[in-house]
């Protein structure tokens, strides 16, 4: 017998020394591991989710707010947004008509979209209204105040996951609060689907403020209940709505200077 154990040593001996690199040679043979592949589409991104949250919320809410409209070179002036309860909308607007002489009112109802000129010291007259356009309607640009779209349509835009814009979370700027997010289009066209900027909400979706390159609108008081509808500012009229640029200075007459030197 020990002969016997002492042989199959002398046979095993080899295979046990021999078997690891038997091992490293198969194993050197096999195919490289393959490439991962797409990890799937990317996760969209919170901040954009949180937004478009925030800005459903402010469809959604419905009150009578004031907001401090401030513009570089420009006085203060005391935007009155309403909300109503139907979805109708008004927002009146101090010097948003002939070169910041006139007031207005835009407004939004079932009927239309609205531009109502508003009694002031250029413009005594009782209000009236002019109707400018379907009410999901496009503003034309000549007509358009421009600070009544962050509150409006342009909610629209930031709801949309299709819109061409990067969000990110921003610090609020000075004297707005809430919750703020920057705000730029991604899109090489001219015509962006809003201005770009900061735009802040209260956590009931309440607009708190936005500051883009047109200026700053910061709420100034805890917004009001909402009426059931809004109502236009004065009659409608087949008048011409006002536009937004100073009517021209008007030429002197030559004739006039004239009849002065030969007086």
Not at 40 to 67: C, F, I, K, T
Not at 137 to 150: K, N, S
Not at 206 to 211: H, N, S
Not at 233 to 260: E, I, K, Q, Y
């Amino acid at each position: 017998m020990p002969v016997l154990i002492r042989s199959a040593g002398r046979v095993l001996g080899p295979l046990v020394f021999a078997l690891p690199a038997l091992l490293v040679a198969c194993s050197s043979t096999q195919p490289p591991t393959p490439t991962p592949t797409d990890p799937g589409p990317v996760a969209v991104d919170a901040a954009r989710d949180e937004l478009a949250a925030l800005a459903a919320a402010a469809q959604d809410r419905h009150l009578v707010a004031q907001y401090v409209y401030s513009r570089a070179g420009q006085p203060d002036r005391t935007i009155v947004f309403t909300s109503a309860n139907d979805g109708t909308w008004r927002v009146d607007v101090p010097g948003g008509a002939l070169g910041g002489s006139v007031d207005v009112s835009m407004a939004a109802t079932a009927d239309g979209l609205f531009q109502c000129a508003l009694p002031s010291a250029v413009r005594p007259e009782p209000a009236t209204c002019v109707r400018v356009g379907e009410r999901d309607e496009p503003l034309p640009r000549r007509l358009d105040p421009r600070v009544q779209h962050p509150l409006t349509d342009w909610l629209d835009v930031l709801t949309d996951r299709r819109a061409p814009l990067a969000v990110a979370p921003a610090a609020a700027p000075e004297g707005l609060t809430g919750t703020c997010y920057s705000v730029d289009s991604t899109s090489a066209s001219l015509n962006a689907p809003l201005d770009v900027g900061i735009y802040c909400y209260d956590r009931d979706g309440t607009p708190t403020g936005v500051r883009t390159g047109a200026g700053t609108l910061r709420l100034a008081a805890p917004p009001g209940p909402p009426p059931a509808t809004v109502q236009l500012a004065g009659p409608v009229t087949d008048g011409d709505p006002l536009g937004t640029a100073a009517p021209p200075t008007p030429t002197p007459d030559p004739s006039d200077s004239a009849s002065a030197g030969t007086s």
